[in-house]
């Protein structure tokens, strides 16, 4: 597995949209199959955003003060994808807004993760060397291990607090 930030946060989105497909193919099956692929993705969004709080955002905001507002938007659209996540982790897959809750959820997600991909990444690729994006992506993977899983967690709520005053 590369060590490549760029390609870690990748690998982390082509599992989310894999995820965001299976709850969209699910939609009108069972509470019970809804429930438990919505509490992957809050998982899978919980790592990932802390990640790219604690580590890739900060960074590149340091190393590359020319992309100062294209953190600050992510930070903010983290915020949005927090609260949501928040919500829905207290929420039954049988509640009537469950499914449109996360429905709004993925496409947040699905228009951050477009921006990043096609505007953001490769500027900081252009602009970052080979060393210091492995360097990045290997504090990141050793950061995965400790990262909360429930958007819930302390830390996580932390890291969407963290968010509005960053």
């Known amino acids: 597995m590369s060590t490549d930030a760029i390609v870690v946060l990748k690998e982390d989105h082509k599992e989310m949209r894999r995820l965001f497909r299976a709850f969209q193919d699910a939609q009108d099956g069972p509470a019970s199959q809804r429930q438990k692929l919505v509490g992957q993705i809050l998982e899978a969004l919980t790592v990932h955003t802390y990640l790219e709080n604690e580590v890739m955002y900060p960074e590149v905001r340091k190393l590359l003060p020319d992309l100062e507002d294209d953190i600050l938007e992510s930070y903010e659209e983290h915020h949005v994808a927090d609260l949501l996540c928040a919500e829905l982790a207290t929420m039954d897959a049988d509640d009537a807004h469950f499914?449109?809750?996360?429905?709004?959820?993925?496409?947040?997600?699905?228009?951050?993760?477009?921006?990043?991909?096609?505007?953001?990444?490769?500027?900081?690729?252009?602009?970052?060397?080979?060393?210091?994006?492995?360097?990045?992506?290997?504090?990141?993977?050793?950061l995965r291990a400790d990262a909360p899983r429930s958007p819930t967690a302390p830390k996580a709520i932390k890291k969407a607090l963290d968010a509005v005053t960053a």
């Open 99 to 142: 499914n449109a809750k996360t429905t709004v959820l993925i496409e947040n997600v699905e228009h951050h993760v477009e921006e990043e991909e096609q505007e953001w990444f490769p500027k900081v690729r252009e602009a970052l060397g080979r060393k210091q994006l492995q360097e990045i992506g290997e504090r990141m993977i050793a």
